[in-house]
């Protein structure tokens, strides 16, 4: 089923730098629990995120990544997603993260 231009322009894909990883053993599949800073307008918001296949935590601090940040907040156990990070689903369904090249302002649209 096809979107139309209005439906996809609602969904508000923004850039963020990871500032803090934690484990989430309470996750049913292995987890992290993000924070992350989109910048002045949208300030911190926390995710969780399966990508503990192809990242370890300390490649994570200060890497910037994309993530859907209009999405209502999500209880993940005793965790509240705030956003939803945003990667490309290997055939293992190991996630590998969407992320622009180069360092740009926190908080940057995605479109």
Do not use: H
């Amino acid at each position: 089923m096809d979107l139309t231009w209005n439906e996809f322009e609602r969904t508000d894909m923004r850039v963020g730098t990871i500032i803090e990883v934690n484990d989430f053993p309470e996750a049913r599949k292995p987890a992290y629990q993000l924070t992350i800073d989109f910048g002045s307008k949208i300030g911190i918001r926390k995710s969780s995120a399966q990508i503990t296949k192809r990242y370890q935590k300390e490649d994570l601090v200060n890497r910037q990544i994309v993530a859907v940040v209009n999405f209502p907040k999500k209880q993940i156990g005793k965790f509240m997603s705030e956003c939803l990070v945003l990667g490309a689903v290997g055939e293992e369904g190991d996630v590998i993260l969407l992320a622009p090249d180069f360092k740009i302002p926190n908080g940057l649209r995605i479109g």
